[in-house]
């Protein structure tokens, strides 16, 4: 158990629906970051808050958005789902916000399934 | 933009040595980072190398840094079955920046023979 817990593990759903994907960082870590895999794009970075602020985004869909709680918990909320959207979404925290010093190492969840049929 | 590139398949005997080589484009990347992913499960970190490092041993892991040409490998002496899983190279993007998120390769899928 890495400490970082996603649920659900897996979810299938249809075209047009809405989901949402919850995560609970290890404890003690501000920052949390959102990837998707899928097979032919591999790992693609989404977004990162640290400590409830939007810090960094990547390569994520205007149709997608994600928000950091108090509790430091964070939401990733995917809407107007097509066939594509289908993959695994890891949640991901680290410490800090991996700019200032030392390596930024990540601990991953185990990921959400998503099934978009 | 930055880019990490992998071979993405890998297969050795039982006991043989692996060699796993990835490529980066960012020249400012500070850290590089190795994780491991088995099947149905998250990524692992499995070690990392400070870019003024030329080499890193940890146990049956060794991890080369070429930086002039941003070649890094992982070495995984005396292969196990137990070492079949797909392993991600990656780099920090943002060091001295804004955002501290890593971006990876697409993996490299090992498989070892018994």
């Known amino acids: 158990d890495s400490g970082v817990t996603q649920t659900p593990k897996h979810l299938i759903t249809a075209t047009g629906q809405r989901v949402t994907l919850r995560c609970s960082p290890r404890?003690?870590?501000?920052?949390v970051y959102w990837y998707q895999q899928s097979l032919d794009q591999g790992l693609q970075f989404l977004i990162q808050?640290?400590?409830?602020?939007?810090?960094a985004k990547g390569n994520i869909l205007e149709r997608f958005s994600a928000q950091q709680f108090p509790d430091l918990h964070s939401e990733l909320n995917l809407s107007s789902l097509e066939l594509g959207d289908s993959a695994l979404y890891f949640c991901?925290?680290?410490?800090?916000?991996?700019?200032?010093?030392?390596?930024?190492?990540?601990?991953f969840g185990a990921g959400s399934r998503l099934t978009v049929l | 933009g930055e880019d990490v590139e992998q071979s993405l398949f890998l297969s050795v005997r039982e006991g043989d040595s692996s060699v796993i080589n990835c490529t980066y484009t960012?020249?400012?990347?500070?850290?590089l980072y190795w994780y491991k992913q088995e099947p149905g499960a998250g990524l692992q970190l499995l070690t990392y190398?400070?870019?003024?490092?030329d080499m890193k041993q940890d146990q049956r892991l060794t991890v080369l840094l070429n930086k002039k040409d941003k070649h890094l490998s992982l070495r995984i002496a005396d292969t196990q079955t137990g070492d079949s899983a797909i392993y991600f190279c990656?780099?920090?993007?943002?060091?001295?920046?804004?955002?501290?998120?890593?971006?990876f390769g697409k993996g490299t899928k090992l498989s070892v023979k018994p």
């Open positions: 404890s003690g870590d501000l920052s």
């Open positions: 991901a925290s680290s410490v800090g916000l991996g700019v200032n010093s030392g390596a930024n190492v990540l601990t």
């Open positions: 808050y640290y400590n409830g602020e939007e810090r």
């Open positions: 190398i400070f870019s003024n490092m």
């Open positions: 990656a780099e920090s993007s943002g060091y001295g920046g804004s955002q501290g998120n890593l971006i």
């Open positions: 960012d020249s400012s990347s500070t850290y």
